[in-house]
């Protein structure tokens, strides 16, 4: 029998409350706000409260899925991302680079967002760059 | 306390103890156990409040026929309290280790009773009857006060942050995510229904603990309106909420009532 909590940060945009995970027997079952955190002091948004909800949700997605004749497959990695880059590659041929935007994410990194529109301006050749914040 | 909880865990009187630690040098909530004393080495208790029956309900629901000890103020002592009497924990199922509040708490939360019936730290701090923040609203004229509260309650990110850290929410299902009667997608929530009925909803619940406030990314002075609640429900059915293990809550008395609302047009 055990019951301990977790300090991290939530992950769902910038901003970066504190949070305490609450675990139970091992299993996630809530989320309390950090009240001594420095960001966030105690509070947190309606997605913060439910951070815990989506790790073990049987929506998730954990693996790569290609899409044929409308049915979702199971991929690996290396044939989920030759797939994309080749299907960039083709519409980038037919229809020129600002045919293309870039999505980039607040639960990334400052530098794997860096990257992403490094990406998009260097090998794809647009500026269409932005964030899931503004989906 | 360290002692006491040692003692506890050891001889097996209780199984667990839900109190406070030092963990990456904040205070975290955590359950204490005989396999791992010696995590008491960083048992804490702190100004910081977390709420403590929030966690022992949990853990309670899975372990109904294990003792656990819990640290308690005078506020989680009154919340014990009434959770005994909603059937939501059972009394010889816990051990309470009392905390009295040091006078800066207590005058911060305007605590009327800052201490529980017994404790092992702290020294008894006279309780504050009357609430300076209340009386600051009673004083406004009644269409000031109407324009406070809609302009408070307009600051509302809807994010339930008051209702899911707050110890005396246990219900399953909750009227404030009824679609026919709280909108999705909107925001803030309908003013003032929405706060309005979480604060009916408090009647002979609210233990006056504060969590709420704490919590509310908007600082809406929830506590104010809750403390205003238990008033009511003081003078008109004189009922303290948490003081008592004898009397029924309000809300879970059936028949009829009459009530002369004397000073509704003040």
């Known amino acids: 029998m055990e019951y301990k909590t977790v300090l991290t940060t939530c992950g769902y945009c910038g901003c970066g409350c504190g949070i305490y995970l609450e675990v139970l027997d091992g299993e996630l079952v809530g989320t309390l706000p950090c009240k001594t955190d420095s960001v966030s002091q105690g509070g947190l948004c309606i997605k913060g409260w439910n951070i815990h909800e989506f790790v073990n949700n049987s929506d998730r997605l954990t693996k790569p899925l290609i899409k044929k004749d409308g049915q979702f497959n199971e991929a690996s990695w290396d044939e989920a991302l030759d797939y994309v880059a080749s299907c960039l590659k083709k519409i980038k041929a037919e229809n020129g680079s600002d045919s293309i935007a870039f999505l980039s994410s607040a639960k990334c990194t400052n530098e794997e967002n860096y990257l992403l529109q490094k990406l998009a301006r260097a090998v794809a050749g647009t500026n269409n760059v932005d964030h899931c914040a503004r989906l | 306390m360290l002692e006491k909880v040692k003692e506890l865990l050891r001889a097996g009187e209780i199984s667990g103890f839900i109190g406070l630690r030092?963990?990456?040098?904040?205070?975290?909530?955590?359950?204490?156990?005989?396999?791992?004393?010696?995590?008491?080495?960083?048992?804490?208790?702190?100004?910081?409040?977390?709420?403590?029956?929030?966690?022992?309900?949990?853990?309670?629901?899975?372990?109904?026929?294990?003792?656990?000890?819990?640290?308690v103020?005078?506020?989680?002592?009154?919340?014990?309290?009434?959770?005994?009497?909603?059937?939501?924990?059972?009394?010889?199922?816990?051990?309470?280790?009392?905390?009295?509040?040091?006078?800066?708490?207590?005058?911060?939360?305007?605590?009327?009773?800052?201490?529980?019936?017994?404790?092992?730290?702290?020294?008894?701090?006279?309780?504050?009857?009357?609430?300076?923040?209340?009386?600051?609203?009673?004083?406004?004229s009644q269409k000031e006060r109407l324009n406070y509260w809609l302009d408070e309650f307009n600051k509302c990110i809807k994010c339930y942050g008051c209702r899911d850290v707050c110890p005396m929410c246990f219900c399953e299902v909750c009227s404030l995510e009824d679609r026919n009667f709280i909108l999705t997608g909107k925001l803030p929530p309908e003013n003032p229904t929405f706060h309005l009925s979480r604060a009916v909803h408090m009647v002979g619940r609210c233990i006056d603990c504060g969590l709420c406030e704490e919590a509310c990314p908007s600082s809406i002075p929830v506590r104010t309106l809750y403390k205003k609640v238990n008033e009511i429900v003081k003078d008109y059915f004189d009922y303290k909420t948490g003081e008592s293990s004898e009397g029924k809550s309000p809300l879970n008395i059936l028949g009829e009532v009459t009530l002369e609302l004397s000073d509704v047009n003040k």
């Open chain 2, 73 to 140: 103020r005078g506020c989680d002592e009154r919340g014990l309290i009434e959770l005994f009497k909603w059937n939501q924990l059972k009394r010889d199922r816990v051990v309470p280790i009392g905390v009295a509040c040091p006078q800066g708490l207590a005058e911060a939360c305007e605590c009327y009773k800052p201490y529980p019936a017994q404790w092992l730290v702290g020294e008894k701090t006279e309780g504050i009857s009357k609430s300076k923040r209340l009386q600051k609203v009673e004083a406004m």
């Open chain 2, 22 to 71: 030092l963990q990456n040098g904040h205070p975290a909530p955590h359950m204490f156990t005989k396999d791992h004393l010696d995590d008491l080495g960083s048992l804490l208790v702190g100004d910081v409040r977390y709420p403590l029956n929030k966690t022992l309900l949990k853990v309670a629901n899975q372990y109904p026929e294990l003792i656990f000890g819990v640290m």
